[in-house]
């Protein structure tokens, strides 16, 4: 009953979110590769939001890497409920960072993000 309490929670929070689509405020990017839904957006200057939803036996790699594909952060997600993951970047310099989830060693999701002086830019 509580997982299928905050499923659904999940499930409200992120058609909330994806419905806050506003071109100053940051572009909300999805992807759907092997069952995993992807939603990425920024809502606040230097905060991304990562939305993951997944299935309870996906374990799922989180990393964030600078322009020159240095390691920045890692997560495993492996808890079987899906996650929403809140980043500030205020600490980190001004640059390219791409946003990579893996199951494995295969990519199930990329994209880039450009942090400038107090504005966030998504890229293809």
Excluded: C, W
Excluded at 88 to 98: A, H, M
Excluded at 115 to 121: H, L, M, N, P, R
Aim: net charge positive; proline share 2%; glycine share 4%.
């Amino acid at each position: 009953m509580k997982t299928l309490i905050l499923t659904a929670a999940l499930v409200v929070l992120t058609a909330v979110s994806f419905a806050q689509k506003d071109s100053e405020n940051g572009k909300e990017l999805t992807s759907d590769a092997s069952g995993v839904k992807v939603a990425m957006f920024s809502n606040v200057s230097d905060h991304v939001t990562f939305i993951v939803m997944k299935q309870p036996e996906d374990k799922l790699n989180l990393k964030i890497k600078d322009e020159n594909g240095s390691l920045v952060y890692e997560k495993r997600l492996r808890k079987p409920e899906n996650r929403k993951i809140t980043f500030d970047l205020k600490s980190l310099p001004e640059g390219k960072y791409t946003f990579e989830l893996s199951k494995g060693k295969e990519v199930l999701y990329s994209n880039a993000v450009s942090k400038g002086d107090a504005s966030i830019a998504f890229s293809k």
